[in-house]
């Protein structure tokens, strides 16, 4: 079964869930989604018997997560998701494989009272629970930590807003090590024996050390063939630890020196806003299904011709200074580009990205890319 979510349902998603005739949870959402398509939707009531059943559950949001905690009978998934879900209770599960990593729960109210001189920089400050980077700060020095505090003033009750307070609570916020190394996003799934199953892993590209954004993630078969096995192990390891069953993950992550470190995960879904259809465009599988399956892929069939390419999904993330009556020109854009696989425009004025880009490239030839992780994307603006 699947929740869908006001955040965005992409067509491919709308394709599946038509042609599969998937159970879809009805709602608001779900029958505008499904306004021109024949979804298998299914009351509450409905769900609720289907659950009893063992129907798995995905979700294209964690707003949904509140009806899944509620209507599930699942309790080893259940207890996934809480685990998962809350970064200060996922930190404490890792203890028990990292005990010399650092990390510290801090009352927002109490965040302006800290001495900074006592904090071991650099570090990452964010909210024990949160989504898309929102009141994510990596803190430097000490004019990092007064503008992150600034921040959090500042937008706190606009977060409040714009998101489920289950998504964002700014009642509790993390102190904890600034992770080194290459960052990684995977999508995953823990079967009925609690095993991990991994359908795509991604390259989160920065343009610095102090850039915590999403603009690029890129997947491919040297990434996968190099990832696949060592991360299956550690997610195994730590699921002994959990106990997570028929349960979605999309997991960040960062590796330095064989060494793997959880940065946060987002249980019930895999990348947001469907950007899990990358691996659709990539190698040609829809994500969802695999898990609502119970399938696993074949990684050298799927890989198969794929070896010299990098699949990329963008984040058209607006510059600084947005005007209101500023025009973002979508045609450059992908003329800048060897392949565009998709482009999903978004309303700005409603959104908080120009939209979203998947491209293949040559990998020999990443220059296209390395172009786009800089840009301020104002270079595509028309005034």
């Known amino acids: 079964m699947i929740i869908l979510d006001k955040q965005y349902v992409s067509r491919e998603l709308k394709d599946y869930l038509e042609t599969s005739g998937v159970p879809v949870l009805r709602s608001d959402v779900s029958l505008k989604a499904g306004e021109d398509r024949r979804f298998n939707l299914v009351s509450d009531e409905e769900a609720d018997a289907l659950l009893a059943k063992g129907e798995r559950i995905y979700t294209t949001c ?8 509620s209507h599930s009978p699942d309790e080893a998934m259940k207890k996934g998701v809480a685990l998962f ?31 900074f ?7 990452v400050l964010k909210p024990s629970v949160g989504f898309f980077s929102v009141g994510v700060y990596t803190v430097f020095n000490e004019d990092d930590w007064k503008r ?13 807003k714009g998101y489920d307070r289950r998504v964002v609570s700014n009642a509790v916020f993390l102190l904890e090590e600034y992770i080194k190394g290459e960052e990684y996003a995977v999508d995953f799934y823990y079967n009925g024996d609690g095993k991990a199953v991994i359908l795509n892993i991604f390259h989160h590209e920065f343009s610095s050390p102090e850039d915590v954004s999403d603009r690029l993630y890129c997947s491919g078969a040297a990434i996968i063939r190099e ?24 997991l960040e992550l960062r590796t330095n020196g064989g ?32 898990f609502l399956s119970d399938r696993r892929p074949d990684w050298d069939a799927l890989l198969s011709g794929r070896e010299d390419l990098l699949y990329s999904f963008i984040v058209l993330n607006p510059p600084a200074g947005l005007r209101d009556d500023d025009v ?25 990205v120009f939209g979203f880009l998947f491209t293949e490239t040559e990998a020999a030839n990443r220059k296209e890319l390395d172009h786009i992780l800089v840009s301020d994307l104002s270079e595509y603006l028309r005034r």
Not at 62 to 69: G, K, P
Not at 153 to 160: I, K, N, P
Not at 234 to 247: C, D, K, Q, S, Y
């Open 117 to 123: 001189h006592t904090l071991k920089t650099p570090f």
């Open 85 to 115: 879900k809350d970064k200060a209770a996922f930190r404490r599960v890792l203890a028990e494989i990292y005990p010399d990593f650092f990390f510290r729960e801090v009352p927002a109210a109490e965040l302006e009272a800290l001495d």
């Open 259 to 290: 060494r793997i470190v959880p940065i946060e995960a987002n249980p019930m879904r895999f990348a947001g806003w469907c950007l899990t259809d990358l691996a659709l465009h990539a190698y040609g599988i829809y994500t969802y299904d695999y």
């Open 227 to 250: 990832h696949l096995e060592p991360f299956t192990q550690f997610f195994n390891r730590m699921n002994e630890r959990i106990g997570a069953r028929n349960l979605p993950v999309h």
């Open 148 to 160: 992150a505090l600034a921040d959090i003033r500042d937008h706190s009750r606009e977060w409040e």
């Open 62 to 69: 964690e707003n949904s997560l509140a009806w899944v905690l």
């Open 328 to 352: 973002f020109d979508y045609d450059r854009l992908c003329a800048s580009f060897r392949k565009v696989m998709e482009l999903r425009r978004l309303d700005w004025h409603k959104e908080p």
